[in-house]
């Protein structure tokens, strides 16, 4: 599934986004914590869709 991929790659992106922003020192915390978010959007995105993939088993 495209969709899943791309949500996986901003993802990693915005892990080494937040990662550099606070390694530089950077006072932004605003952005850190938009950015913070937003990773959390995705990672619930991504959870959604994963759970579509996977049928469910009734044992």
């Given at each position: ?51 579509a993939l996977v049928p469910d088993?009734?044992?």
């Amino acid at each position: 599934m495209r969709r899943l991929e791309l949500l996986r790659v901003e993802h990693r992106d915005l892990d080494d986004a937040i990662a550099a922003l606070v390694e530089s020192g950077g006072r932004d915390q605003m952005q850190v914590a938009r950015l913070k978010k937003r990773k959390l959007r995705l990672r619930d995105e991504i959870a959604l869709l994963e759970d579509a993939l996977v049928p469910d088993i009734i044992a």
